[in-house]
């Protein structure tokens, strides 16, 4: 799937790439940040981590 000439499915990979990274960094205090943000980045990782699954098992 391609969206403007880039993957939809590397692109929500490399998203939820990033979302690891931000939540080991919060919750190992490396970065500083309040933990509403923590807990929201969590629900985004989740949602972009099915999203690129279901559309990683249809491709």
Same mark, same amino acid.
């Given at each position: 799937?391609?969206? $403007? ?27 500083? $940040? ?11 990782? /989740? *949602?972009? /981590?099915?999203?690129? *699954?279901?559309?990683?098992?249809l491709t």
């Open positions: 799937m391609m969206a $403007a000439g880039v993957s939809i499915i590397l692109t929500l990979g490399v998203l939820n790439l990033l979302l690891i990274l931000f939540q080991i960094g919060t919750g190992l205090r490396w970065i500083k $940040a309040p933990f509403v943000w923590h807990k929201r980045s969590a629900m985004v990782l /989740a *949602a972009s /981590a099915v999203v690129h *699954a279901v559309l990683a098992f």
